[in-house]
């Protein structure tokens, strides 16, 4: 479906659930979610249905995220559901890594083709440091699982923070020559929750190229500019959501697991799905598409997303 801006909406993100084994400091917070809400969140039906409502408005690829999706003890019956909903031609997932080990096996043969692992430094004190919980070998064994279950692609995402790894740029790029992985640096979006980071920590992107002038442009992917470094497997990403925002070829919707449509990312308008028939949840869909604004504000340290959400809460 096109949007009121000639935007054509094919991507839908869908989260699964707010919890998470981890509590990244710029996504949750400590002591993180209520689980009394269990019953305020879509079911599994409820989720496949609106997949299905999607696919009718042109939706074709469906990136299922959270929270940390791998939590999720239905996930597999959720994937397959999306995989084998008609019209869907790509689905994907977003996650932490800790459990692949077990599920990148059954997520495969339940129909995920690429899987996005989030590692944002290669060093056990710091990832511990960041995840306020993590153990970096289980991100690390998550990803090695993840390479061997012949996935169609595999990318790392690390979230760029001035201060805490900006150091590591190159060693988080050499991961592209040493695996067939592409590693997407991501600029720090000031959410309401993680107001614990100074000026300093939203650095841009750019700072990858200053690091590393050997990297060759290649075509940009999505919302991401893809690089090269001399003879490497897979490429780098930039991602840069502060610095020069993607608004005008925006093409995604997503949706909170809590049933809420959510238009765009950072502004605070939200449509509700959970309990409605087919019918109505076909008319949210099409309301919540043609409600994208043109674009949100524009981010800083200094102005943060509009939405009073965390990241957990959205699905990044
Ligand atoms: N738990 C999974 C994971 O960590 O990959 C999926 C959900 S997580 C919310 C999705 C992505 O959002 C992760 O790559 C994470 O690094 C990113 N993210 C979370 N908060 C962010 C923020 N404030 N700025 C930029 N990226 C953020
Ligand atoms: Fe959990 Fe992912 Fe958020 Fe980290 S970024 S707290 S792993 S949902």
Redesign the pocket.
């Known amino acids: 479906m096109i949007d009121s801006f000639g935007r054509s909406i094919t991507y839908l993100r869908l989260?699964v659930t707010e919890l998470?084994d981890?509590r990244?400091r710029?996504?949750?917070p400590e002591e993180g979610v209520c689980k009394l809400r269990h019953d305020q969140m879509l079911t599994e039906e409820e989720m496949l249905r609106a997949v299905c409502a999607a696919s009718k408005l042109g939706i074709t690829k469906v990136r299922v995220?959270?929270?940390?999706?791998?939590t999720k003890p239905n996930i597999l019956s959720i994937c397959r559901g999306i995989a084998q909903a008609p019209g869907i031609q790509d689905t994907a997932?977003?996650?932490?890594?800790t459990r692949l080990p077990e599920l990148a096996g059954p997520l495969r043969k339940a129909g995920i083709r690429r899987v996005?692992?989030?590692l944002?430094t290669l060093d056990p004190e710091k990832y511990a440091y960041i995840t306020r919980r993590g153990q970096l070998q289980n991100a690390l064994n998550g990803l090695r699982a993840a390479l061997d279950a012949g996935f169609d692609q595999v990318k790392i995402?690390?979230?760029l923070i001035g201060g805490f790894n900006e150091d590591e740029i190159p060693a988080l790029a050499e991961l592209t020559q040493r695996w067939p992985v592409d590693v997407r640096f991501?600029?720090?979006?000031?959410?309401a929750g993680?107001t614990g980071f100074g000026k300093e920590s939203y650095i841009p992107v750019s700072r990858v190229l200053q690091r590393l002038p050997e990297a060759k442009a290649e075509n940009e992917e999505g919302v991401a500019k893809m690089y090269r470094l001399p003879g490497a497997r897979g490429r780098l990403g930039l991602i840069s959501?502060l610095s020069q925002h993607f608004c005008a070829s925006c093409n995604r919707i997503r949706l909170t697991a809590d049933g809420k449509l959510k238009p765009c990312l950072h502004s605070a308008e939200e449509i509700s799905i959970k309990g409605l028939n087919d019918e109505d949840m076909l008319a949210q869909m099409k309301k919540a598409i043609l409600s994208k604004p043109r674009c949100h504000k524009a981010l800083s340290a200094e102005s943060r997303s509009q939405t009073a959400r965390?990241?957990?809460q959205?699905?990044?």
């Open positions: 989260s998470c981890l990244c710029y996504c949750m995220t959270g929270g940390e999706p791998l997932i977003t996650t932490n890594g996005n692992i989030s944002d995402n690390a979230v991501i600029e720090l979006m000031p959410m993680n959501p965390n990241m957990n959205i699905g990044g």
